[in-house]
């Protein structure tokens, strides 16, 4: 979400000390409580408590109301240093086993920075803002479970998110926006719409549902469509590989812990996590010339990816979905153009749902393969690539995947939130542990540069910022109801299908309402389901032929022909008018 930018270092301090503010007052109310750990995050901050007693909402008050309390007593902050057979025994002492682990995995720290203020003491090296003082607006949101350090086999803490500005007015802001998100909520929303489901039986593997798949369908053919203009081919590749090529893509080293392993025939397979060593098998079936570059493959692959319980979130993060990949083989002289490529297709693709963007370039991280020559001339070509097309970027160091840089597009919703969707990664390592190759113009065999890219990231994400950033009311071309007839009474049921039936046969997803039900309560469920247009049919409209249109968007339209009203339904899907 979004980066913590609004005044960077300083509101990052701010939300910081109101982390150990939290944990002091919870330490005040619960002296039993144990400290885990409690950063700055991007829209706020936490803190992890092992305490036997279960937080409430009441509970949430109570510890701002203290809170409040050590803000207005002006605590100066104090920072020093121990000694580490002092710290370890402070830990000790003061009965925080947690603090422990943290200092004993640390074996060469000589010294450990601690924090203070009032009666309060907490291992940290900060940063920190002068006194408590100066914390005077802030939040806290909601008590969640959190495993120590992110390890399901270890032991699920509680913890307490909150948020904190220099001003009230921000505050204020930022709790509008979360109660704005809170009516946007995908998992809400499609509930309501039906478009899909997420049950115990499977968690973290979603159901799409007949309006869900109108939704998916519909931007799935809008992919195919204009990768067929960009020169790219379609390919689809196994969910299971045997174990071999894994090795061989350099995913059992950098990336075991989040596949899937299963036996065939007493042989070791993967479920794939990543589409790319699929593509590196269907380019290695034939030899290329470097006449036939660059080598365009697509797909949308459905991967597998092994994620905690805690951090599942709706279609936000599965353990399956659908990436719209694309592999991209090319010549050393073919990669700032293709780059420029890509970037001109994310942006045209994003520019049609009415996103803005920022864009950060990622570099390479601590557990990589490759040499660092290889590593440098990727990441240059990527910014060159960039700054040539003026677009202003942010680097981020050190989050580049396993096999290359990156480029990564961040989208901003209409509530001002942002989401990681495409990315574009430069690739020189798999192609040769692939041993890929094509005949050059010299006669010798060569290995290719490739480009990994994706678009709207996944499916299932993307129909979920959608969802939110539309709050269900999805562009006419993507709406699983464009139009629905609701009738007064079931005298004017046959025209109604009459009219359904026409649209129907003219393209268009036309419903219809014809139960005995009061004309209210139909109107009030079409709008629950963001039903795109909604016409009530009546005796008047019987007679006259003349449509009451009601936009999900704009409200009361007025009265059009039935002819109008589908000339105007069938302009805005051709459009893919937003």
């Known amino acids: 979400m979004d980066n913590i930018n609004e005044n960077g270092a300083a509101l990052e301090a701010l939300r910081h000390t109101a982390s150990h503010v939290m944990a002091q007052a919870v330490k005040r109310l619960w002296p039993e409580a144990q400290l885990a750990i409690g950063p700055a995050i991007a829209d706020g901050f936490y803190y992890d408590f092992d305490l036997e007693h279960r937080f409430s909402e009441d509970d949430l008050e109570a510890i701002e109301k203290e809170m409040k309390k050590i803000a207005k007593a002006g605590y100066k902050a104090e920072t020093y240093e121990l000694p580490r057979a002092d710290a370890l025994k402070w830990a000790d002492d003061s009965g925080e086993p947690y603090k422990r682990e943290l200092m004993e995995d640390l074996p060469d720290e000589k010294v450990f920075s601690f924090y203070k ?31 120590w350090r992110g390890n ?62 109108v939704i998916r369908n519909e931007l799935e053919n809008f992919w195919r469509g204009e990768h067929r203009k960009h020169g790219y081919t379609e390919i689809r590749t196994p969910i299971i590989l045997n174990e071999e090529m ?16 299963t036996k065939i025939d007493d042989m070791d397979y993967a479920v794939k996590p990543m589409n790319c060593p699929g593509a590196m098998l269907a380019y290695k079936r034939r030899m290329y010339s470097y006449r036939d570059f660059p080598v365009r493959f697509a797909e949308l692959g459905q991967v597998h990816r092994h994620e905690l319980s805690g ?43 009415g996103f803005k963007y920022h864009v950060e370039l990622s570099t390479r991280p601590e557990d990589s393969m490759g040499t660092a020559e290889d590593w440098e001339a990727a990441t240059e070509a990527l910014r060159t690539a960039i700054e040539d097309m003026g677009i202003p970027y942010i680097v981020n160091e050190g989050d580049g995947a396993f096999y290359g840089p990156k480029i990564d597009f961040h989208l901003e919703d209409s509530i001002g939130r942002t989401w990681q969707c495409g990315t574009v990664q430069l690739d020189f390592q798999m192609p040769q ?30 129909i979920a910022i959608l969802t939110e950033h539309f709050a269900g009311k999805f562009p006419l071309w993507l709406a699983p109801v464009q139009v629905k007839f609701l009738t007064v009474a079931t005298t004017w049921n046959e025209y109604a299908e009459k009219l359904a039936e026409d649209f129907e046969a003219a393209g268009l997803r036309a419903e219809t309402d014809l139960r005995n039900e009061k004309i209210g309560f139909k109107i009030r ?17 019987a007679a ?10 704009e409200g009361e339209l007025g009265e059009m022909s039935a002819d109008d009203f589908k000339a105007k339904l069938l302009e ?5 008018s937003v």
């Open 117 to 147: 203020f009032g009666e309060f003491v907490d291992l940290c090296k900060g940063p920190h803002i002068s006194g408590t003082g100066k914390l005077k607006a802030f939040k806290l949101l909601s008590v969640a479970g959190a495993y």
């Open 152 to 213: 399901e086999k270890n032991k699920m803490l509680q913890r307490i998110y909150g948020t904190a500005f220099e001003s009230r007015e921000e505050l204020d802001a930022h709790l509008e926006r979360i109660e704005e998100a809170k009516k946007r909520d995908h998992r809400r929303i499609g509930r309501e719409m039906d478009l899909f489901m997420l049950v115990e039986e499977g968690p973290g593997f979603p159901f799409f549902l007949p309006n869900g798949m």
């Open 246 to 261: 894994w090795h061989t893509s350099g995913h059992w080293d950098h990336y075991k812990n989040n596949m899937y392993f």
């Open 311 to 353: 951090a599942l979130h709706g279609l936000m993060r599965v353990r399956t979905f659908t990436q719209d990949d694309a592999h991209i083989f090319m010549l050393p002289g073919q990669i700032g153009s293709e780059i420029k490529g890509v970037i001109g297709f994310i942006d045209d693709v994003y520019k049609l749902f």
């Open 433 to 462: 542990r692939f041993d890929l190759t094509y005949v050059g113009a010299d006669g010798e065999k060569h290995a290719p540069t490739m480009i990994h890219r994706v678009i709207f990231g996944s499916i299932e994400r993307f």
């Open 525 to 541: 469920e079409a709008r629950n389901a963001r039903d795109a247009y909604i016409v009530v049919i009546g005796e008047k409209e």
């Open 544 to 553: 006259g032929g003349m449509l009451p249109v009601r936009s999900s968007k």
């Open 572 to 576: 805005e899907v051709r459009m893919r």
